[in-house]
């Protein structure tokens, strides 16, 4: 009997040793983001994927501490100094206001961001690449060439399309210049039509009629929030109404590419692996999605289309992955 006793002992002892070991070699991951709305549960989804494909599994040998701030900011902060303080072995904010709060609060802590459209004017990184500090990431900026490819080929002599944005918001501005740049690649010009305020966006659009072969509007909260009056004028005119996010199809614009954001996901949960695994933020270059991923949705409004004057061929209707009626 002693004997048994003796052997249920060492048991013990070697089974608590062993989850001892095993608790010791847990990751710690804190994942948080500003607001839930489905692209950024999908980034959410795609992180843990990622992770998972560079052998980081929640529950077997990481832990994940996930916040919601509920769109409210010094809520975001509070939650940014709570990872601060549990020291995690790595932090993933999902959009620009969390990465902000997460970066401004530690110089160590390694951090990988996303979802983020311009990480160097969020003051996130200075460079793209080899930044030296602890934070790294991926921008989920806009595909703006695969857009125009599409736009072109859904309305043939497309030379000249119309851009709505707010001057004052720097996403808007970084969008303006790249769809310039990307224009100039495939013989289109941009013509600008500012609307500082949502009040001015009817007359920005009204400016563009007659003028342009089509209008874009980009992710701009500005403009985006009066996109339905876009829209009608648009097909008052028969003139294609284009969104710089898909999201935007279904409230009525023509079509649109854009990111997977599950797939952005699982470009960032690479990424932070590969931190768990040894790497340093400061010698990873920041990720532009679109360069990174080859997976795109295109978005198309058959209906809201039709009355712009647009139909789609079979080969746009057999790549589309979100067909609106």
Do not use: C, H, W
Request: no cysteine; glycine share 10%.
């Amino acid at each position: 009997m002693k004997n048994l006793t003796k052997i249920a002992t060492i048991g013990a002892l070697v089974s608590f040793a062993f989850s001892a070991a095993q608790a010791a070699d847990m990751k710690k991951v804190a994942i948080s983001t500003i607001v839930e709305v489905p692209a950024l549960l999908d980034t959410k989804k795609g992180i843990l994927e990622g992770l998972a494909e560079k052998g980081f599994v929640v529950g077997k040998n990481i832990t994940l501490d996930y916040q919601n701030a509920n769109g409210n900011m010094p809520t975001q902060q509070q939650i940014a100094k709570k990872f601060i303080g549990s020291n995690p072995d790595i932090i993933i904010p999902i959009t620009t206001p969390t990465a902000q709060a997460m970066v401004a609060g530690t110089k160590n802590i390694p951090i990988v961001f996303t979802a983020v459209t311009d990480p160097i004017k969020a003051k996130l990184i200075n460079t793209y690449k080899n930044n030296g500090t602890n934070v790294t990431g991926v921008s989920d900026a806009a595909p703006i060439g695969a857009q125009l490819d599409l736009y072109k080929e859904l309305v043939p002599g497309l030379k000249t399309i119309g851009f709505i944005y707010n001057p004052g918001l720097d996403n808007a501005l970084a969008a303006l210049a790249v769809i310039k740049e990307q224009g100039k690649m495939r013989g289109i010009s941009v013509m600008e039509s500012p609307a500082p305020t949502t009040n001015e966006v009817i007359l920005a659009t009204k400016k563009l009629v007659g003028k342009v072969e089509a209008i874009y509007v980009p992710n701009d909260t500005t403009v985006v929030s009066a996109l339905g009056a876009i829209v009608k004028i648009g097909q008052d005119v028969d003139l294609p109404v284009f969104t710089g996010e898909t999201g935007g199809v279904a409230k009525g614009a023509a079509a649109s590419i854009g990111l997977d954001y599950v797939e952005v996901g699982r470009v960032t949960g690479r990424m932070a692996g590969d931190i768990l695994n040894g790497a340093k933020p400061g010698t990873m270059n920041a990720i532009i999605a679109y360069e990174a991923v080859s997976k795109f949705k295109v978005a198309i409004n058959i209906g809201s289309a039709k009355k712009m004057g647009l139909t789609f061929s079979k080969s746009v209707m057999d790549r589309a992955t979100d067909i609106t009626k």
